[in-house]
């Protein structure tokens, strides 16, 4: 069956440290990834997108990286703050047809 | 200013009454969609549209009717055969191969019970 899997429920890590998540993809190709962040009762936002033929991917405080070998999506936070508590999903076209399927994210929270 | 406006943000229903969720967005995009959010699950995709009078089952399609009659809103109804329909809905949309490739843009939600 098809799956898209980020590591896990929840992270907590002390503020400063570096935060990753990470999001497993089966039985696809996709054209490229998308990361959102949602805070509660919130809808999601927009963070990056990374492309199959892009290695990896910056934007301020956030680094995005992925393997279309291993199947894998890496996200990064580097000098997290409590700011960045939120739960974030990946998302991957994976019909390439326009229609976006999400992880379940993974909820950090950076402890001060 | 610009964005997607879902209504209403909270929304009672007894069992077996049909409910409609509102989304209205004024971007200009020609796709939108609907998904549903439960707790500790990821983003499931109910029904989407790519233009105006056309519309595809996304992977929970039972239970829900839509329709697109005009490019600014995609109205969801949560019918009586939805087993299951407490749960946060959100509405998306985004313009297919455009500049971020697909990226979507979300309302606030809408967080339907059934007492």
């Known amino acids: 069956s098809q799956k898209i899997e980020q590591n896990s429920e929840a992270l907590n890590i002390q503020e400063g440290k570096t935060a990753t998540l990470t999001c497993n993809y089966t039985n696809y190709s996709p054209a490229y990834l998308q990361w959102y962040r949602q805070d509660p009762g919130r809808g999601p936002v927009f963070l990056l997108l990374?492309?199959?033929?892009?290695k990896e991917k910056r934007k301020e405080r956030l680094k995005v990286t992925f393997d279309t070998t291993l199947k894998q999506s890496l996200f990064h936070i580097t000098a997290s703050q409590p700011a960045d508590s939120a739960t974030y999903l990946c998302?991957?076209?994976?019909?390439?047809?326009?229609?976006?399927?999400f992880g379940a994210g993974t909820r950090l929270t950076v402890k001060p | 200013d610009g964005g997607i406006t879902q209504s209403p943000k909270y929304l009672f229903r007894k069992e077996g009454q049909n409910v409609t969720l509102s989304c209205e967005q004024n971007?200009?995009?020609?796709?939108m969609y609907w998904y549903r959010q439960d707790p500790g699950q990821g983003l499931r995709l109910i029904y989407y549209s790519q233009i105006v009078n056309d519309f595809q089952k996304g992977d929970i399609a039972e239970g829900y009717s839509v329709s697109r009659e005009k490019k600014e809103s995609f109205p969801l109804t949560v019918t009586s055969a939805q087993k299951n329909p407490t749960a946060f809905y959100l509405c998306?949309?985004?313009?297919?191969?455009?500049?971020?490739?697909?990226?979507?843009?979300f309302g606030e939600g809408s967080r339907l019970t059934v007492l």
């Open positions: 971007l200009n995009h020609d796709a």
């Open positions: 998306a949309s985004s313009i297919p191969g455009g500049p971020i490739t697909g990226e979507l843009f």
């Open positions: 998302a991957l076209d994976i019909y390439n047809n326009n229609d976006m399927r």
């Open positions: 990374i492309r199959e033929n892009e």
